[in-house]
């Protein structure tokens, strides 16, 4: 390569975007409503469409645990109202056992991929990424817009599954096959299992076009003086998710392209040695291996559950900065965290495997890897732990919220450390400590996550406050609620009831739980109650919510806060200021808060050491 | 406006690209690493099958026809495939380097040349499946015995059909790319952006998809 | 105003186009040479007819992968042009693709695992697996992969 070098500004990149500047800066340009709410280019819109239709998601597939908690809290009782909403599912006020499993099926599918995936890293990263590193827009609007549109498609496609007469997929989220293989296996193995199939390639697909963008957003358009090492911590956590998406989500994509095959083409990738009860037949499938398909899942399974969390790992360490008037403790040991656990992500697959076949010599090895992203976790809780200690602390929901997440993180966390370990699991596999133990470190925790960083970035994102008696009140419901549900669950997994189990009657032994069973459907409705009241707050806010008065109303230092109250397609007015600090002067030099565009004054005492 | 850069450049304090690469560029790389975890992911699942099945058709039975020259001709024909997309690879690199000297006739010369190759390797695959189908190979049937002359399982024509098939999907993709690429050449929207890297992107695509076949061509005909 | 806002700054490289018409015609020749090294070693293995041994069989399919790795690297290296790039970059590529190691690894020793373990545990599709077929029904159009 020539060593003689000129700095020449591609005319190419220039183009797109002065064009699209030209267009968006100009006060005088009129945008009709298809292109403002719509079809719309802006990231800020993009977000709150992600947002929107990921709380959408939310209440569907929250409403999906309440049914079969209801089913589970009182086996015994009929409910007449359920077959007037669900007909031939609750023949006789009762749910049917397919459609049982059918529900939990969904349920993991809609919150997993639909809600934690595309609603919070869909939301977050179109929203924060332009803003917080200061660029105009992401790499690429449109990309970014048909991004959404595949995820709105893949929604309509999942949404009609629900509609068909053999019911939507059901043969867990995970679909394993020879069950998702073969339609005359259950009901749920159908069409259903078809229009699953195919909506989750087309999110394969959203996936694919947003973490493109966000990661070529990051490096490339980063402003002046933005160096990796003075992005906030919320963009280093997007920028590992992006990475996971883009590596983890094809190997799935191809996982579901064998099953298609093996449904619909003779193919036998997955099948062998298979008797059917229901056509009384043996199928001429030989040669595959069901493993084989586990191995693909779950190859992006796991990374996948780094992807619902890194994002909230990221708004919680702003979040709480922030709120502590503190910086964050160890920056670089956050950094690096972040990246271990991205790069164990693709290491640890087979823990999810330990009892399903896998050859348990290979199994030590997972048990090993796996054990090690207790290190990297451990750092964070640490550091999270020791931004609080003795900050300057103010209560807002975010902050609440943030301290939630470390809690719950935490609680979730050290059972994760009993499941690792194939032997435990052959206890425990399968049982509600299984369950107790996903949903308070990836479900709930990630739920804490993104509220704090909800109700934290809701201002910058519609102008106005949320209503914070609604929020305190969601956020104290919402903590004790999740608790009270899941922590009694490792009790039952322990005395080892299993999961996916529609009815208990038949076991004596598990008929002690049946009151710690309607105990627990109880409170998640209740849970489920606050959540509708977060999203009536949601709605109401913005509207009728406090009306934002101030640039920056958090006092905090990242680039965000520099744009006007409302940013117009742009995000700011004049030039993208330059960055001089990283995202975490507060408390420096006896002033509350430094923000990032100031630059290093003379008298100023040296850069903390990050 | 050319301007000399400062000896010790500083690529990472943002205002600019770490990698001096425009942001398509980028995509398109970060595009292709996806994409070779989705090959990747199909290729490793053959093997994955391959080690857990105790025989396995050899090749050299299987791929030995040439059109018009008959049978008994192992690798003949998927060596002529091979020839034609490392030459429609070098054609695109040619292409390519064109685009960067702004050399519009020799870019209109050599992406019509890769296109030629292009539709010839997919010309050959069409042919090759035809004749297997003949032979009674398809998803899910495999006329074809084991090395060791047990019966095979299907997997072995399951795999083919659904690798080589996905990897032309791609060279199908990667053709109309080009034919956009040349018509866009032709209509001088480069000449007019004042660069080529549109073609460089798209060349990054073809060579992704010559890369793949020598893995496909590597583990489905040779080993 | 919007000079330096949000447009990305790259610096142009300058090209020697001779030079690189070199390079790819080395490349080109490179590959060529590889792939025929491949194919004689191919043809060996073909009209040996099973007379090498198992270790020179698997010895000579080592080679071959190697010499397949060696053309992916000549591919990206110079036809996707990714050794010109700034070295920051081609880690950005090559490091992920690491990740491949232990995804081959753990794949391909699980396929091997499952096939002694039903190797032993069900004698019969041992057996089944054993049986060798009479005839060759090379090019029977009607084939039923039930009929045994």
Redesign the interface.
């Known amino acids: 390569m020539s060593q003689e070098v000129n700095l020449h500004e591609h005319a190419g990149a220039m183009t797109t975007h002065e064009v699209h500047h030209d267009e968006h800066h100009g006060h005088h340009h009129k945008e009709t409503f298809i292109t403002k709410y719509v079809f719309s280019q802006d990231h800020k819109m993009i977000a709150k469409q992600f947002l929107i239709t990921g709380i959408v998601w939310a209440i569907i597939g929250g409403l999906f645990s309440v049914l079969f908690r209801l089913q589970l809290g009182f086996p015994n009782e009929t409910f007449p109202w359920l077959e007037n909403i669900l007909g031939k599912w609750a023949a006789g006020g009762k749910i049917h056992p397919e459609f049982y499993y059918a529900l939990t099926t969904m349920h993991g599918t809609v919150l997993v991929f639909f809600v934690l995936t595309a609603g919070l890293s869909g939301t977050f990263s179109n929203f924060l990424i332009p803003l917080q590193v200061g660029a105009r827009d992401m790499a690429s609007p449109f990309m970014n817009m048909l991004s959404y549109w595949f995820f709105f498609v893949a929604s309509i496609v999942m949404i009609s599954s629900l509609f068909v007469q053999t019911g939507p997929a059901s043969g867990g989220w995970t679909v394993y096959p020879p069950l998702s293989a073969l339609g005359d296996a259950s009901e749920g193995s159908k069409i259903g299992m078809d229009l699953w199939l195919i909506a989750m390639a087309l999110f394969v697909v959203n996936s694919l076009l947003g973490s493109l963008n966000y990661i070529s957003t990051i490096l490339n358009m980063r402003t002046k003086g933005m160096s990796m090492t003075r992005m906030p911590l919320t963009i280093w956590a997007l920028f590992f998710t992006a990475v996971l998406g883009v590596l983890s989500f094809p190997v799935l994509l191809s996982g579901f392209i064998l099953l298609l095959f093996d449904r619909h083409a003779g193919t036998s990738f997955y099948l062998s040695d298979i008797f059917l009860a229901s056509t009384q037949k043996a199928l001429p499938n030989e040669g595959g291996s069901a493993i084989l398909y586990q191995h693909l899942f779950w190859f992006l399974g796991h990374p996948e559950v780094y992807i619902i969390i890194l994002p909230t790992m990221g708004l919680v360490s702003d979040v709480m900065s922030a709120n502590a008037r503190k910086p964050i403790f160890g920056y670089m040991a956050m950094v690096g965290s972040m990246f271990a656990i991205a790069v164990l992500a693709f290491l640890v697959w087979a823990h999810h495997m330990f009892v399903t076949g896998l050859n348990p010599f290979l199994g030590a090895f997972f048990v090993l890897l796996t054990l090690l992203i207790a290190v990297p976790s451990a750092i964070k809780v640490f550091n999270w732990i020791t931004t609080l200690w003795r900050g300057n602390l103010r209560f807002t929901p975010g902050m609440l919220f943030s301290i939630g997440f470390v809690s719950l993180f935490i609680s979730g966390g050290l059972t994760g450390i009993f499941l690792g370990n194939s032997t435990l699991d052959i206890h425990l596999h399968d049982t509600y400590f299984v369950i107790a133990h996903f949903h308070i470190v990836m479900g709930v925790s990630a739920f804490f996550g993104m509220f704090a960083g909800l109700y934290h970035w809701f201002p910058k994102m519609y102008g106005r406050y949320m209503n914070n008696t609604m929020a305190y009140i969601h956020f104290w419901i919402t903590l004790v609620g999740a608790y009270l549900i899941f922590w009694p669950m490792h009790y039952q997994g322990l005395a080892g009831v299993p999961r996916r189990y529609l009815d208990f009657s038949g076991w004596t032994s598990f008929n002690q739980f049946d009151g710690l069973n309607r105990f627990i459907s109880i409170v998640t409705m209740m849970v489920f109650a606050v959540q509708l009241l977060f999203v009536f707050n949601f709605f109401y806010s913005i509207f009728k919510g406090r009306k934002v008065r101030t640039q920056n109303p958090w006092g905090a230092t990242t680039l965000e806060w520099t744009t006007p109250i409302n940013p117009g397609h742009g995000n700011w007015e004049g030039e993208i200021p330059e960055v001089h600090r990283w995202a975490y002067d507060y408390g420096k030099d006896g002033r509350d808060f430094i923000p990032q565009t100031e630059p290093i004054s003379a008298s100023e005492s040296p850069e903390s050491k990050h | ?5 400062p000896a010790e ?1 500083k ?14 560029k ?2 398109m ?3 292709l ?10 290729l ?2 053959y ?9 396995w058709p050899d090749p ?1 039975e299987v791929f030995q026809s040439f059109p018009g020259l008959g049978n008994g001709l ?2 003949m024909f998927v ?1 002529l495939m ?2 034609i997309l ?2 429609s ?2 054609t ?3 292409a ?2 064109a685009g ?2 702004m050399d519009k006739k020799s870019v209109v010369r050599n992406l019509v040349l890769t296109i030629i190759g292009g539709i010839a390797f997919l010309s050959c695959q069409a042919w090759e499946w035809a004749h297997l189908h ?3 190979a398809w ?5 074809f ?1 084991n090395i ?4 095979a ?3 072995f024509t ?2 083919f059909f ?1 690798i080589t098939g ?1 990897h032309g999907f791609h060279v199908f993709s990667g053709v109309v790319i080009n034919i956009i690429m040349l018509i866009m050449t032709l209509n001088n929207v480069f000449e007019r ?3 080529y ?2 073609i460089e992107k798209a ?2 695509y073809w ?2 998809v ?2 793949v076949w ?2 496909v061509f ?1 583990v489905f ?3 | 105003m919007h000079q330096d806002d949000n447009t990305e700054i790259t610096f142009h490289h300058e090209y020697d186009r001779e030079a690189s018409k070199k390079e790819v015609i080395k490349i080109t020749v490179i590959l060529s040479v590889i792939t025929l090294v491949e194919l004689a070693l191919g043809f060996w293995m073909y009209l040996s007819h099973g007379n090498l041994g198992s270790f020179m069989i698997t010895l000579i399919k080592g080679v071959i992968l190697i010499l397949m790795l060696a053309k992916a690297f000549y591919i990206v290296a110079y036809f996707m042009h990714l050794k010109h790039e700034l070295k920051n970059m081609i880690m950005t590529i090559v490091v992920p693709l690491l990740l491949f190691v232990w995804f081959i690894i753990a794949f391909l020793y699980e396929g091997n695992s499952y096939k002694n373990l039903k190797n032993t545990y069900d004698p019969y599709h041992k057996e089944q697996s054993e049986i060798k077929v009479e005839k060759k029904e090379q090019g029977s159009k009607e084939h039923d992969p039930q009929a045994h």
């Open positions: 406006m050319a301007q000399a850069v450049q690529w990472w304090s943002g205002g600019k690209s770490p990698f001096n690469v425009e942001y398509g980028l995509m790389w970060y595009f690493m996806s994409d070779a975890f989705t090959f990747g992911a199909f490793i699942s093997g994955t099958i391959r080690f857990a099945t105790n025989s050299n192992p690798l060596s091979t020839f490392i030459i690879s070098v695109m690199v040619l390519v380097q960067h000297a003949h032979e009674g998803w899910g049937s495999n006329p015995l060791d002359g047990t019966k399982t299907t997997n399951n795999f659904t996905f952006k004042g660069h890297l549109m060349g990054l060579h992704f010559d890369l020598v893995f590597t005909y040779l080993v």
